[in-house]
């Protein structure tokens, strides 16, 4: 026990194996559950002169080395209804709500706006910090508000969407703010009716095929596709999507193009086209690959695995490797997705 003061059972290097979803055995030297607002206010009071991490589901983190510092688990509870019209619902969910099972409530319930959102693992907490994304749809279609707290002086405050600055795999949390504020509850805009149903992505359209399009066939079209692409966190250790989407200019992607016509690619502004990584790192024939225990996933390149034993170093490894083969055939400087402590 570390603060006899507040009674808080504060555990000493404690394993991460469990909370983090690559699998991997790193340590923490300090390790807390958070269950309340009010605990969440004390433990960082009492701890200010330690470096604080904070984790949710492990679903987006790589640990390269033993943790210094006290890491935090946010395990707040709670999904409430919080406003309500003919049209739509805010619905107020707590940091450590899992997301499917959140997303699983809003479509039994018949609210619409994450069905697309289904099977991302991880916390609802995480959720903002990257813009959690498929399919078409991002968190911030949906985003109302988060509330936070400061981590060094404990004070809420809560961000409207715009302030939360979300990009691509990105907001503020994430760039100016990265690790000032803990994210404890969001607020999302859903549909009780009138469903903005987003079936854009070619391979959730043919998933549903001849089915009525509804909250509920988009989600199970969604379940599938990601099943048979991304591997089961539970059975092998990974975080999803290691690498972003490149973002390139038009004119480096007709030079791309020209050299490698079958190059998949979109565009997504005036002079912007997002490349498949995926397709970049099968092009350079690391899809099924493995060096040690660390593999790319045979179903798709842009996920790295844990075979079995590996270290996050050994994962790193992998990663620097693909991403200056990547540099050297392409001039695209891949950029990790995952946060890499
Ligand atoms: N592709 C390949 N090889 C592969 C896989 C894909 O060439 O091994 C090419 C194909 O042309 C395919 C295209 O890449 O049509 C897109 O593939 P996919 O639909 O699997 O999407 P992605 O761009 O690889 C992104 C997200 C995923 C998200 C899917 C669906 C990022 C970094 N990743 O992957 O998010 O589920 O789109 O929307 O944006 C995650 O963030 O962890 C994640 C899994």
Redesign the pocket.
């Known amino acids: 026990m570390l603060n006899r003061g507040s009674g808080l059972e504060i555990k000493n290097n404690y394993s991460l194996e469990k909370l983090n979803t690559f699998g991997l055995d790193v340590a923490s030297e300090f390790f807390y559950i958070v269950k309340s607002l009010r605990e969440l206010k004390i433990v960082l009071r009492e701890n200010k002169t330690k470096k604080i991490t904070i984790i949710g589901g492990g679903s ?1 983190i790589l640990f390269t080395k033993f943790l210094d510092g006290l890491c935090l688990k946010i395990d707040l509870k709670g999904i409430d209804v919080v406003e309500e019209n003919k049209n739509n619902v805010v619905v107020k969910v707590m940091a450590g709500e899992n997301w499917h099972d959140f997303v699983k409530w809003s479509v039994n319930k018949g609210f619409g706006g994450v069905e697309n959102l289904s099977l ?1 693992p991880g916390l609802v907490g995480a959720a903002p910090i990257q813009n ?5 749809v991002e968190l911030k279609d949906v985003f109302v508000s988060c509330e936070t707290v400061n981590i060094k002086d404990q004070t809420e405050k809560e961000f409207d969407e715009k302030r939360c600055l979300f990009g ?2 990105t907001s503020r949390f994430k760039t100016i703010d990265k690790n000032i504020y803990v994210i404890i509850s969001i607020k999302l805009r859903l549909t009780k009716k009138k469903h903005k149903y987003n079936i854009s ?1 070619g ?1 959730v359209k043919e998933e549903i095929g001849n089915r009525k399009i509804n909250l509920k066939s988009i989600s199970k079209a969604v379940i599938k596709i ?1 099943k048979s ?2 591997p089961d966190t539970n059975f092998i250790g990974n ?3 290691f ?3 490149p973002v390139i200019n038009e004119k480096k992607y007709f030079e791309l193009k020209n050299m490698y016509p079958s190059i ?1 690619a979109f565009k997504v502004e005036k002079n912007q086209y997002k490349v ?4 970049l ?2 092009y350079l024939k690391y ?1 099924g690959k493995s060096i040690g225990n660390v593999g790319v996933y045979k ?5 790295l695995v844990n075979l079995g034993g590996a270290t996050g170093k050994e994962v790193l490894y992998l990663a620097d490797k693909i991403t200056s083969e990547v540099y050297s055939t392409f001039q695209i400087s891949l950029q990790p ?1 995952v946060e890499i402590l």
């Open positions: 987006n991302i959690i994304g498929a399919y078409g691509y795999r992505y391979s990601r692409k991304l975080c999803g999507s690498f972003k989407n998949s498949s990584a995926a397709w790192i099968e899809k179903n798709q390149a842009l996920v997705e």
